[in-house]
């Protein structure tokens, strides 16, 4: 519990290598601690490690209590690397977890992008 408040004060302070030391231990320990994954994948992101976040996530989202929001972080990496398809996907799945309106309308928006003729990403 220690390592783990450490490495979120850490993370807070824009020490992102130290803090990953210290996640990678905890996670070592406890890989199907859905919050550590979760922690890890946040700093993996802020250090541009975005393919390591997203592979991080992908565990998070077998984990009951982290499902969804694994899922939402793991699309707003989609989103940044430029991958609309994946992203429009994670949106589904967590609609299924949790409906919501902001959901639905992002879903939306997602599909009418990629309906657009200057989405050059898809073939």
């Excluded at 519990?1 to 320990?29: G, Q, R």
């Excluded at 992908?58 to 609309?84: F, P, W």
């Excluded at 967590?94 to 992002?106: D, K, N, Q, V």
């Amino acid at each position: 519990v220690i390592a783990y408040f450490k490495a979120s004060f850490l993370t807070k302070d824009e020490k992102y290598e130290e803090a990953l030391v210290i996640l990678d231990s905890l996670v070592d320990k406890e890989p199907m601690n859905g919050d550590l994954l979760l922690s890890k994948a946040k700093v993996l992101s802020a250090l541009g490690m975005i393919e390591d976040a997203m592979t991080t996530l992908v565990v998070a989202q077998t984990i009951k209590g982290t499902e969804y929001s694994a899922r939402i972080m793991h699309c707003n990496l989609a989103i940044e690397v430029g991958d609309i398809d994946k992203a429009l996907s994670l949106l589904r799945e967590a609609y299924l977890i949790t409906e919501s309106y902001g959901l639905f309308r992002h879903i939306r928006e997602l599909e009418d992008y990629l309906r657009r003729e200057d989405y050059s990403g898809r073939e």
